[in-house]
């Protein structure tokens, strides 16, 4: 194993979490999928749709596409414009895809922080949804909980390539950069 | 500085970061958040970052993008794709160069309940390389036909970039899907065109294959009844107003799923892993839509769309020729970037444009023509180099053939696509037909 034991934990927690979220979301997905059905049988057969079925719709697809943008980042499946960067030497592109995760991990922890407010404001408001009387607010701590980890996977991403960068090769084992023992403490933490 | 200098600020430093591989959807989100900043200060900006994700996705309308694909992954596993191809090439295997437009036209059929490209040039390609290999045809011809048949699924609902389209010039889905059946009958049409015309030219390339008996005719055609029904039911609900585009997605998800699990080819394993691949794509997409989002108030607010459709309506040039620097526009952006970004990142801009010039047709009947061809063009950087995505899929279920082949490979679907594109521009109501009919 050449790889540092932490670092490679923490990245496949990191790889583990996204996929969770992924597979939650997808049953979310789902079960709107099967309530859609429902919904348009009950209409033809009994003449009684499922009540409130848009507004179930719309907020499950907030809850699955929020649980989905974890997965999507860590299957690298943000797409880029990849021609001009693939020409040059390695060390620039290392360098670039550090900023890009960087840029990109801080826009997901300035969206997971606003939306800690957003759940404030929501559940101060009652908000709640017009058919079913369900309470809006319910849907927002997703999006705190996915840009959240979508940030940490940024940065993860982020001191992963820098610690590559340190260490020359990706294969080649190394001492502990201080990008690598920042990037610890969270999977301590879920291990506890 | 003026509003409009910012906005062309904006926009060179959003190419500049797309040009490092920045992501799209993170380049228009930074250049939108800070534009939005510069204009009107952060405290407005921060606040409506609070909830601008929830209500950017919490729409039951946008609901259909993940249902669709969700519909294709479970399409893709489920086989049917086998019956397709095997009904294409009982009837035109026979032919000089048959067992390639069988190729096309599998492709083509498994658009019908496939809405990602990519999906269906891979699916079509696991199943019509090996059979195209064992009869000889030539690398490019059989790798080629394979990259241009996928794209044939973007037109021929339901198609995850009609959809973004549509989202992004607001117009009516289901129109729009009404709008795109024709062009793409025509696009499956030509393909098979430049198939004959090609094997007329090089005739080893694409020797003659089996002739198949009247009752295998039957039989294979007997076969494809799954993927016949589901189209019915998803697309005919759709245009006939039964259901609408979400219903449509939810029981095409549905359906596909049953069969698949039915054929014995979606186990939960298998479950998860489709919805994981669904997971990728709608991240992806509504990323995007969220950074166009921000984009779009950033240039709402400097009013630059407002001047240069201003600039287009009164700078004199005749319409056609607007039109057509769009669409060379267009297909030089395709070959850099990933079609469903594009449409994101220029409609805000170019549509304006369109809106403002006078082609003497109704708004939401120009909203369609201008997209079906704009569609088609997009899609052709999805097979043109550098980047070519479906070449890169296809070389990946047959690594044998060099990219540089099926790169010439593609060309006859290229010229094919140049010709239909413009049939289409110059008679509108190939376009328009269906939708005034079914209105």
């Given amino acids: 194993m050449p790889r540092d034991f932490c670092h490679g934990l923490l990245g496949e927690q990191l790889h583990r979490f996204s996929a969770w979220f992924a597979i939650a979301g997808g049953i979310v997905l789902t079960g709107m999928v099967v309530l859609v059905v429902i919904s348009i049988l009950g209409r033809a057969l009994f003449s009684s749709p499922v009540p409130g079925d848009f507004e179930i719709v719309a907020l499950g697809t907030a809850v699955a596409i929020f649980l989905f943008l974890p997965y999507c980042y860590m299957q690298k499946g943000n797409v880029a414009v990849d021609i001009f960067i693939s020409r040059m030497p390695p060390g620039v592109q290392r360098a670039m895809d550090v900023l890009a995760a960087t840029l990109f991990g801080a826009v997901a922890a300035l969206f997971a922080w606003r939306s800690v407010f957003g759940v404030a404001d929501t559940v101060r408001n009652g908000d709640i949804s017009m058919i079913l009387g369900f309470p809006v607010w319910v849907v927002h701590p997703f999006g705190v909980a996915s840009f959240a980890l979508l940030a940490v996977c940024c940065f993860y991403t982020a001191a992963e390539t820098l610690g590559n960068a340190g260490t020359g090769s990706p294969g080649s084992a190394g001492a502990e950069t201080p990008g690598r023992a920042s990037a610890i403490p969270p999977g301590n933490a879920a291990d506890e | ?439």
């Fill in chain 2, 1 to 439: 500085m003026s509003s409009v200098q910012l906005a062309l600020i904006g926009l060179a430093v959003l190419i500049g970061l797309l040009v490092i591989r920045i992501p799209v959807a993170l380049a228009m989100l930074a250049v939108g958040i800070c534009g939005y900043v510069a204009l009107a200060g952060f405290d407005p900006v921060l606040a409506y970052m609070k909830t601008a994700a929830f209500w950017q996705f919490a729409s039951y309308e946008f609901s259909v993008i993940p249902m669709f694909l969700l519909m294709g992954e479970f399409a893709s596993r489920s086989g049917l794709s086998r019956s397709l191809f095997s009904a294409a090439n009982v009837f035109l295997g026979h032919r000089r160069g048959g067992v390639a437009m069988a190729a096309v036209g599998g492709c083509g059929a498994f658009g019908a309940i496939c809405g990602s490209s990519l999906a269906t040039a891979g699916t079509m390609a696991r199943v019509a390389i090996p059979e195209l290999e064992r009869y000889r045809y030539s690398g490019s011809l059989a790798t080629g036909a394979l990259a241009a048949g996928g794209t044939l699924g973007i037109l021929i609902p339901p198609s995850v970039a009609l959809i973004i389209y549509a989202i992004a010039v607001q117009a009516n889905i289901v129109q729009m899907f009404q709008a795109a059946l024709i062009p793409g009958i025509i696009g499956l049409v030509g393909y098979l065109a430049a198939i004959a015309i090609w094997v007329r030219i090089f005739p080893e390339s694409g020797p003659v294959g089996a002739r198949a008996s009247a009752a295998e005719r039957v039989q294979a055609l007997l076969e494809t009844w799954p993927t016949l029904l589901l189209f019915i039911a998803v697309i005919g609900g759709i245009y006939f107003g039964i259901f609408d585009p979400t219903e449509g997605a939810a029981v095409g998800a549905f359906g596909a799923g049953v069969l698949a699990v039915w054929k014995g080819n979606l186990d939960l394993h298998g479950f998860f892993s489709c919805v994981k691949d669904a997971a990728k794509t709608t991240g992806m997409i509504f990323l995007i839509l969220l950074g166009a989002g921000f984009l779009n108030i950033f240039m709402a607010l400097t009013g630059v769309a407002d001047q240069l459709s201003a600039l287009a309506a009164t700078s004199g040039l005749n319409p056609y020729a607007i039109l057509i620097l769009l669409l060379v526009v267009y297909l030089l952006l395709g070959c850099l970037m990933d079609s469903l970004a594009m449409i994101f990142l220029t409609i805000p801009i170019f549509w304006p444009i369109m809106a403002g010039l006078d082609f003497a047709m109704p708004e939401a009947d120009l909203k369609m023509w201008f997209g079906i061809v704009v569609l088609i063009v997009v899609e052709a950087g999805l097979i043109t180099p550098p980047v070519g995505i479906n070449v890169l899929i296809i070389n990946h279920h047959a690594p044998k053939v060099p990219m540089r082949e099926t790169f010439i490979g593609v060309t006859p679907f290229l010229l094919s696509g140049v010709v239909r594109v413009a049939l289409l521009i110059l008679i509108p109501p190939i376009t328009l037909f269906l939708p005034h009919l079914l209105m």
